[in-house]
């Protein structure tokens, strides 16, 4: 015996000594052989020893009892998951916030497969977890998907740790959902700064380049124009010198075509500006979204253009056209640039026919198109430069404009979270995909 | 010169949509001493229907110089198709641009371009650049097609 149980022993039997002396005062025991007196107090004491053993071993249990119903309530009302696995996965133990993750009542899970819950696909994944923790690889964690429809499935990552008995292991489970919908909305977002980085970079370039090429021009034939100035007048000092009228060359026709050409290239520079202009105010625009009558916005379109689409003898057909909430007059900017650009690249060869319609899909966004029958943008090349600034489909001058209007549109689509797009249409010509998101209402 | 071989000189094909560049390479080109003949092409579509049409013919050799900002099929796809037409490829092709964006003068190296000269604003520069590049013309070896 260790010497402290072995005091603790000799202390019960003072103390048992004490209450049986107590008990045989108020007894008055009568004096008999002092040997059987002996016995029977020996074994009075045992018998009290006994009993306050007997106690202790009461207020043991019940603290223990209770330090099993803290530990259980711990367990049973964790904010976590627990769960309690055998090496076939399935599931001895699991605790409130485990079942509630694994959106099923916590009787219905002892006996089952922990993978059964969870989305197929990341099988193998979890599967290669276990092999790992019951291999006693420590810490292990993995992320697996429950098998939940849509909204009700969940992202849960998994901690687990082998049980010293070896046969079973200790699951952690939390729900890591929404943490994780935030990555992936973080790195959608990052995606978005990078293109629009990109886009900038490339807007820089060809805005700088689009407005070095009339700068060319512009010093190119003033250096022409001041050599055939100093030419001009050398001539007019000594007239003698001019024998085949170069005077009245350079003064009647050279030099005024030079002062033509720099003019020519000043008013190119000053059409890329405003268009440069109008593009850079779109980037403080506030958008001041309403719900807007399609049929209504359209209709107002075509009566401003009735006099060039009679003009062009084209044929509008407009199908119905379902509201959206958007920027009325930024909406009216994009679909005249679509109405303006079917006019302006219309095939010669055969009559204009532009056909407008729309539709809901199942998720509330709404989309419009517009489709032609002109030249049409077969290479996929062109379908996606015609978005850049100052892009031409045309020599410049065969069509009016500074070639922003889809530059513009695009930018005012993005705004509005949406996208603009261009396609092939059958049988020739381009149809134009308009998508507005869903934004709520009706 | 080009004709001291008793050869066809070679003519110089300029595919530019700016009149006015177009006419400042050809002034800067007499000015530098290349009296070879000119053609301008207005833009890819024009530039690609001649060399179908004229690039193959054997008495002939060109000398491509090319725009890239072009409207429609813009130069760097007209050098494409050029350099995948077996019989147009051997065909020599100074890009002449405004553009010095390094991934377009990449892309024109990759597609096979000669050379690559970009069009400098001044007017003694863009002197300059045109008399290298009829020194360039000068000493040049077209191959038959």
């Known amino acids: 015996m260790k010497p402290e149980k072995n005091n603790e022993a000799v202390a019960l039997r003072l103390r048992a000594e004490q209450r049986l002396s107590g008990r045989a005062q108020a007894a008055g025991a009568p004096a008999a052989a002092v040997d059987a007196q002996r016995l029977l107090q020996e074994l009075q004491i045992h018998q009290v020893e006994l009993e306050m053993q007997n106690e202790e071993l009461r207020e043991a249990k019940a603290q223990t009892e209770a330090a099993a119903a803290r530990y259980a309530d711990l367990y049973n009302f964790a904010p976590a998951g627990y769960f309690t696995l055998g090496r076939d996965g399935a599931i001895a133990q699991a605790n409130l916030e485990g079942a509630r993750l694994l959106d099923c009542e916590r009787g219905g899970l002892t006996g089952k497969r922990f993978g059964a819950f969870l989305a197929a696909a990341g099988l193998p994944e979890f599967n290669a977890f276990l092999e790992r923790v019951f291999a006693a690889a420590p810490a292990q964690t993995c992320e697996v998907e429950t098998a939940g429809r849509g909204d009700a499935a969940r992202t849960l990552r998994l901690e687990a740790a082998l049980c010293a008995e070896g046969g079973t292991c200790r699951v952690v489970a939390a729900d890591i959902t929404r943490q994780k919908a935030c990555e992936r909305d973080l790195e959608k977002l990052n995606a978005g700064l990078l293109a629009k980085n990109r886009e900038f970079e490339d807007f820089l370039f060809i805005t700088s380049h689009d407005l070095r090429s009339p700068l060319v021009n512009v010093v190119g034939f003033l250096g022409y124009l001041s050599r055939h100035c100093a030419e001009a007048r050398a001539l007019q000092a000594a007239p003698a010198a001019d024998g085949g009228g170069r005077l009245k060359e350079l003064l009647g026709s050279i030099m005024p075509e030079e002062l033509d050409c720099i003019s020519a290239s000043a008013a190119r520079m000053d059409s890329l500006i405003s268009g440069l202009l109008r593009m850079a105010r779109l980037g403080t625009l506030e958008l001041k979204p309403e719900p807007v009558d399609m049929e209504s916005l359209v209709d107002g379109i075509l009566k401003t253009m009735a006099f060039r689409l009679n003009e062009a003898g084209a044929e509008v057909k407009t199908g119905k056209l379902p509201p959206c909430t958007a920027d009325k007059d930024r909406l009216t900017l994009v679909f005249s640039n679509l109405l303006d650009n079917a006019l302006k690249y219309r095939d010669p060869l055969r009559k204009l026919v532009i056909t407008i319609s729309g539709e809901i899909a199942e998720s509330g966004a709404v989309s419009y198109t517009v489709e032609d029958n002109g030249r049409g943008l077969n290479a996929e090349e062109a379908r996606e430069k015609i978005w850049k600034p100052f892009y031409r489909c045309k020599p410049r001058g065969a069509v009016p404009g500074e070639g922003v209007g889809l530059t513009i549109s695009k930018r005012i689509m993005e705004k509005h979270g949406g996208v603009i797009k261009a396609l092939p249409a059958p049988g020739g010509g381009t149809v134009f995909t308009v998508e507005l998101p869903f934004k709520g209402g009706k | ?145």
């Open chain 2, 1 to 145: 010169m080009a004709e001291e071989n008793n050869e066809m000189p070679i003519t110089i094909l300029i595919a530019e949509d700016d009149d006015g560049h177009a006419r400042l390479i050809q002034e800067h080109l007499k000015d530098a001493g290349v009296h070879n003949p000119i053609h301008r092409l207005r833009d890819g579509e024009e530039t690609l229907a001649f060399l179908e049409k004229s690039g193959k013919d054997k008495d002939h050799k060109y000398l491509l110089l090319l725009d890239i900002k072009m409207p429609g099929i813009d130069g760097i796809q007209v050098l494409k198709k050029l350099k995948a037409d077996e019989r147009l490829k051997t065909l020599p092709v100074i890009m002449v641009t405004t553009t010095d964006d390094p991934r377009d003068i990449e892309a024109c190296y990759r597609a096979g371009c000669s050379n690559y000269l970009v069009k400098p604003v001044g007017f003694t520069a863009f002197a300059e650049m045109i008399t290298r590049l009829g020194l360039f013309i000068l000493i040049i070896k077209v191959p038959k097609v």
